[in-house]
């Protein structure tokens, strides 16, 4: 029997960004540097696929620092960590390497300097994320409040009005961040704003790259973890976009194939922290229930580099 006919358009950009890149390196560098195990506090990027090949060469995943020896290197994820954590590997006299994205670090430097001179800060961002809870614990306890919804951002009472700013979480959506930041400005006038834009630039991207994809698609499917904001977000920027049979799978194992049947172009998209083996398998699975073929939708080129930490360069 002949198999069905199925355009894939593949988003561009799509998968690693230079933070999740650079920490991944962190890992693997620390890993050659010191030798296992090497622990790391948290997931250091959302990605069971990447999680479980550095677990395999010897990392150590925790979720508090107490659960680490003093005598081993420890890694702080992607995602920052709050001011408190380093801090207690100092007391600790702890070796330990700090892989948080640069990106997420400006947003931390851009927080510690409103409430510097004198602002209280409006994060714009989703409770329990470790993103959120190491921007929050930069400042001091009660300089910082959480707005998750344009509902929220209404209703928000901030201790000194006059004197307020805001940032972001940088894997949020983009039009969603416009709407709650529109409300924020209309409520407080004086609102400070980040230099630049504090969604990242691969979430943007990626988010982009969706909304030129989804043109005609009878189906979306991202690839990424249910714990990454950023897959999640791909998957609501394509529903919101007209595609309403848009899903999040973590690799081809979960995909659903009676859920796909009578789909003919199906759009295809990683999110930031799901490496581009996860998109070829995907691909290769569909050509096995499909007669597939590729159409490249890119939006952009990214060339983006961050630099290791210094005590991990090269000898």
Sequence with gaps: MSKPPLVIALA??????????????????????????????HEIVH?????????????????????????????????????????????????????????????????????????????????????VIGTMGQVPDGQMLLVETVEQAEAVQPGTPEHLAYVTQTTLSVDETADIIAVLRRRFPLISAPHKED??????NRQAAVKA???????VMVIG???????????????KAGCERSLLVQSAAEIDWVALAGVRRLGLTAGASAPEILVETVIEACRDHFDVTLEHVSVTEENIVFRLPRILAAE
């Design 12 to 41: 561009g950009p799509r998968g690693f960004c230079a933070g999740v890149d650079r920490a991944i390196q962190i890992v693997e560098r620390a890993l050659e540097k010191f030798g296992a195990p090497v622990y790391v506090r």
């Design 47 to 131: 990605n069971r696929f990447v999680v479980e090949s550095l677990r395999a060469r010897g990392a150590v995943f925790v979720e508090e620092l107490d659960q680490c020896p003093d005598n081993r290197p420890v890694i702080f994820s992607a995602h920052g960590v709050p001011k408190s954590v380093p801090e207690a590997a100092k007391a600790r006299r702890m070796t330990w390497v700090d892989a948080t994205c640069p990106l997420v670090s400006k947003v931390h430097n851009g927080a510690e300097r409103h409430v510097a001179e004198g602002r209280q800060v409006i994060l714009i961002g989703h409770a329990g994320h470790p993103e």
């Design 199 to 204: 969604i990242c630039y691969a979430t943007t």
């Design 213 to 219: 994809m989804v043109r005609g698609c009878d189906a």
């Design 225 to 239: 973890a249910p714990n990454s904001s950023n897959s999640r977000r791909l998957v609501e920027v394509a529903r």
